[in-house]
């Protein structure tokens, strides 16, 4: 009706994950119904389903998808076309939940999982599921560590502990999804931006190669759902990985971005145009 607010969008929600880690038992929980089949056995979930929920309020699209496998061991149509669902899924999400089986801790494949989320754009929360299985501090303390070990360019995705068998902690999931999109949909104003830069040229790194000396003359946000910023300097082949990875932890020190990627970009723009 006129001049009621507009209704909160609904938040896309992928729930992806190597094959048997519980993820309809978790889609389960989540959705309170039984629209995905649970079975002991791997790959069970050839599909991805759709189903609605409100949570306080709001909307939530959740998806649960088939477990993603590496392509040489897809040989089925059946698998390839859940893959291709899977892959879909993660194409429309705003937040992915990677489901991670706590008993075998995080593996390269959870990894490969992880950054094709990352690299499509999606907030990102690790949920750690039958941690309820884990009895010693050591086990706890090596997932732990394969989580850090296997996540070194993404410290910033959150991590949850549950049980989708015993809805350890599942609640909690709904403040993790909310977090890491409003975080994905954070717009910086362009004073905060310029403060950020002035505080990098004066207490950043150098740059320099032989007579050349990297200078960043202004920066702006180019976009959100991730957050996108672009960087006018006067040499863009300058800017190395290491340099890139170092403004980023410097502009998440300073603006957050918890759960999230961010894309920088840099652009030439020479000092006269600047």
Not at 54 to 78: F, P
């Amino acid at each position: 009706m006129p001049g009621e607010p507009d209704a909160e969008p609904t938040v896309n929600v992928a729930i992806i994950g190597r094959p048997n880690a519980g993820k309809s038992s978790l889609t389960n929980r989540l959705t309170a119904n039984e629209r995905s089949i649970v079975s002991d056995v791997a790959g069970t979930t050839r599909d991805a389903i759709d189903t609605l929920v409100e949570h306080e309020g709001q909307m939530y699209r959740i998806v649960d998808t088939a477990g993603l496998r590496r392509k040489s061991q897809i040989d089925e149509d059946v698998e390839y076309y859940g893959f291709v669902r899977a892959m879909r899924a993660i194409d429309r999400a705003d937040v992915a939940l990677l489901v991670v089986d706590a008993g075998i801790g995080m593996t390269e494949q959870d990894q490969k999982v992880a950054n094709l989320a990352i690299d499509r754009g999606c907030a990102l929360v690790i949920l750690l599921n039958k941690w309820d299985l884990l009895t010693e501090d050591h086990e706890r303390e090596k997932v732990m560590e394969t989580v850090s070990r296997r996540m070194t360019l993404a410290p910033w995705a959150k991590v949850l502990r549950i049980s989708a068998l015993t809805g350890r902690s599942v609640e909690k999931i709904w403040n993790y999804i909310d977090d890491a999109a409003a975080a994905r949909a954070t717009k910086v104003s362009t004073s905060a931006l310029n403060a950020f830069l002035t505080d990098l040229r004066e207490f950043g790194h150098t740059v320099v190669d032989g007579k050349r000396r990297l200078r960043m003359h202004y920066v702006t946000q180019t976009d959100v759902n991730p957050p996108t910023f672009t960087y006018f300097v006067n040499h863009p082949d300058l800017v190395s990985d290491s340099y890139r990875r170092y403004v980023e932890n410097r502009m998440r020190t300073k603006f957050g971005f918890e759960g999230t990627p961010i894309r920088l970009h840099f652009r030439a723009k020479s000092n006269k145009e600047a």
